[in-house]
């Protein structure tokens, strides 16, 4: 497939470079000279600089030939331009990133779809629905859901007291319909045979179905009591989407930021939820709204650095658990390193949803893990897929890809060797990011 991604900031570049590992067309088109040489000279795409919505760039042979434009610039108004523009060249889908709210909605999405914008995609409120899902699961670390929420992925810590710790995985007492798809390890992310063992401070990634993973919840560790109280360092957009689903789900929140106006606002978003004006370094601050008595202390300001800190601080205070959001993924291990309970990033967020549109057709749902070490793909199985009717034993898949759950008929399963794939069924496979092009082929 030829994609032409218009706009080489973080999410752009992310983007490229997944495709170009996929064996896709991939063209850059960017103004900026210094973001357009730092993806000429690092990945094997084509640019070209210029306007994503200009006339002129758009009709350039190699880009009116693209199957897909994905338009991730900073301006919102220019990625919807470029987008309409592109399906009257001939470009048959398009994406746009859109964080503005006033172009966000049922009807907005109606007249996108008019326009020619087949998917919109809000950075700031996916994240803010990724923070409040992993807070309504005390003990994950991420949380996953997909087949219509019948089967979850669940990331958790395995405590040194478990009693899943040092037992081959073969012989673990787990539920028919959970299984263990992936261990990270030192950094290192593993796809786990039965032969393997967990060890302390492992952090593993169960699926199945959301019950059973409920059941097995008291085996994972650090098991958190159910959060109640929220603190939300950062009013930005991803504070004031958090802090609105928080409440509605019935948490106590707060939220702290220095930027009046940003304050007045989300004040009057909040019915029951307060809002302080304030440095969140200020550590009498902190101390006087109960950062140490919070359940979870989320940390979302756009400085990586101030968030790690704002954390530290929190945990110093006696916070229960710390969530931070980070714009840099290379920072993702250090800070899981140095205490920080849970990081998520926006530019992964968005590049799940997007490659998900790219391979509409193969993959439902793709999340990326780990900083994109790993990733979670749901396939609906038909006529088109080569490994249908035949045993799972039987099929050469790659040593780091696993199929771990399978919904049949709206019923979950573990699948085993002898399981053959039907038409209509929905396979989760979980896979290192070395192994997603050949197990693709398979597919």
Not at 160 to 184: C, F
Not at 241 to 251: H, K, P, W
Not at 270 to 286: A, E, H, N, P, R
């Amino acid at each position: 497939m030829r994609v032409v991604i218009v706009g080489a900031g973080k999410v752009g570049y992310t983007l490229a470079e997944h495709l170009t590992e996929e064996d896709h067309d991939v063209i850059v088109i960017e103004e900026d000279e210094t973001r357009r040489n730092t993806v000429q000279d690092s990945l094997d795409v084509m640019t070209i600089q210029g306007n994503g919505a200009s006339p002129k760039v758009l009709m350039n042979p190699d880009v009116r030939s693209a199957n897909l434009m994905i338009a991730v610039t900073d301006s919102d108004e220019v990625n919807m331009v470029a987008c309409m523009a592109a399906k009257q060249v001939g470009i048959a889908q398009t994406i746009a990133r859109i964080r503005n709210i006033e172009y966000i909605g049922r009807d907005e999405t109606e007249l996108h779809h008019l326009l020619g914008i087949d998917l919109t995609i809000n950075p700031e409120h996916a994240t803010a629905v990724e923070i409040s899902r992993i807070l309504m699961i005390p003990a994950a670390l991420e949380v996953e859901d997909f087949a219509g929420g019948r089967v979850r992925l669940v990331e958790v810590r395995i405590g040194p007291d478990s009693p899943l710790i040092n037992i081959p995985l073969a012989e673990l007492n787990l539920p028919d319909n959970v299984l263990i798809v992936g261990i990270v390890r030192k950094e290192k992310m593993i796809i786990p045979h039965g032969s393997d063992k967990l060890i302390a401070y492992d952090n593993v990634f169960f699926v199945g179905e959301p019950a059973a993973l409920q059941e097995i919840q008291v085996d994972f560790t650090e098991a958190f009591s159910r959060v109640q109280k929220v603190l939300i360092i950062g009013a930005g957009r991803i504070g004031r989407y958090l802090a609105q689903r928080l409440e509605q789900s019935g948490m106590s929140v707060k939220v702290i930021d220095k930027d009046p106006e940003r304050c007045q606002y989300l004040a009057t978003l909040l019915k029951k939820g307060s809002v302080f004006c304030g440095d969140g370094t200020d550590m009498d601050l902190l101390t006087e709204e109960g950062a140490g008595g919070a359940d979870a202390v989320v940390c979302l300001t756009d400085d990586d650095k101030l968030n790690l800190l704002l954390a530290l601080l929190a945990k110093e205070l006696g916070a229960k658990r710390t969530i931070v959001r980070v714009g840099r993924t290379e920072y993702i291990p250090l800070l899981e390193k140095v205490g920080v309970d849970v990081v998520v990033s926006p530019r992964l967020i968005t590049a799940g949803v997007i490659l998900s549109q790219v391979r509409r057709g193969k993959f439902v749902a793709i999340s990326l893990l780990e900083g994109a070490k790993a990733q979670a793909m749901e396939i609906l199985v038909s006529e088109e897929t080569r490994i249908r009717n035949k045993k799972l034993e039987d099929i050469k898949f790659p040593r780091n890809c696993l199929v771990g759950a399978v919904v049949r008929n709206g019923k979950v399963f573990v699948p085993d060797g002898q399981t053959i794939l039907q038409d209509g069924d929905r396979a989760v496979v979980f896979a290192l990011s070395d192994s997603i092009s050949k197990m693709e082929k398979i597919f």
